[in-house]
Nanobody, 126 residues
Framework: QVQLVESGGGLVQAGDSLRLSCAAS????????MGWFRQAPGKEREFVAAISRSSSSTDYADSVKGRYTISKDIAKNTLYLQMNSLKPEDTAVYYC???????????????????WGRGTQVTVSP
């Protein structure tokens, strides 16, 4: 069973950058499609970014496209989310998710994933 642990969150100012990490243990990420989701207070969890098992395909929410980059380092068994030009509306708890994949699709719905980390808080001040 894969266990996921997020890190890298914090308090930053608008315009700053952060890189979130999601370290996986128990299995190699070679066979897993993965994604990042976020949940702001009082709002539902929303899709942020996704990457296929081979890292050949990625997808992003319109709100982060051009600012965020998802990547996967198999050697380190870690998923990353590089976040640039952060805005106050990016404030949320960010979660990484994984699902064993037999295809090279990306998955943008939370229901597609069966493995979740506990989240890391990102707060962006104006």
């Amino acid at each position: 069973q894969v266990q996921l642990v997020e890190s890298g969150g914090g308090l930053v100012q608008a315009g700053d950058s952060l890189r979130l990490s999601c370290a996986a243990s128990g299995r190699t990420l070679n066979n897993y499609a993965m994604g990042w989701f976020r949940q702001a207070p009082g709002k539902e969890r929303e899709f942020v970014a996704a990457i296929s098992r081979s890292s050949s395909s990625t997808d992003y929410a319109d709100s982060v496209k051009g600012r965020y980059t998802i990547s996967k380092d198999i050697a380190k068994n870690t998923l990353y989310l590089q976040m640039n030009s952060l805005k106050p509306e990016d404030t949320a708890v960010y979660y990484c998710a994984a699902v064993f994949a037999t295809s090279y699709s990306v998955y943008v719905h939370a229901a597609n994933y069966d493995l979740w980390g506990r989240g890391t808080q990102v707060t962006v001040s104006p």
